[in-house]
């Protein structure tokens, strides 16, 4: 069995900075990319951001220059630093990990989804 958690969102005036944390714990062998999605209500879920295990990131080109995805393969956990926040990055951001476990081999395990607000 594979948890993952995510942490961090909230509330912040635009201009402003948030840290969300996301980390995957139980039966896991290896983690190979893990990522950051978001979901504004209406619209589809987008990825914002991903990194594989060896650091290569990607990210949406809304977010280039502001988001900074980063990770801990130690601690399974990785890291989205949201800074210069507008009101449209107002979403549930969701984590996901694609997992190598001792249960179940390669399977895509999503968080439960953490709210960052940005207010005008």
């Known amino acids: 069995q594979v948890q993952v958690v995510e942490s961090g969102g909230g509330l912040v005036q635009a201009g402003g900075s948030l840290r969300l944390s996301c980390r995957a714990s139980g039966s896991i062998l290896s983690i190979n990319a893990m990522g950051w999605f978001r979901q504004a209500p209406g619209k589809q879920r987008e990825l914002v951001a991903s990194?594989?295990?060896?650091?290569?990131?990607n990210y949406a080109d809304s977010v280039k220059g502001r988001f900074t995805i980063s990770r801990e393969n130690a601690k399974n956990t990785v890291y989205l630093q949201m800074n210069s926040l507008k009101p449209e990055d107002t979403a549930v951001y969701y984590c996901r990990a694609d997992v190598d476990a001792i249960t179940t081999r390669w399977y895509a395990y999503w968080g439960q989804g953490t709210q960052v607000t940005v207010s005008s």
């Open positions: 990194i594989t295990s060896s650091g290569s990131t």
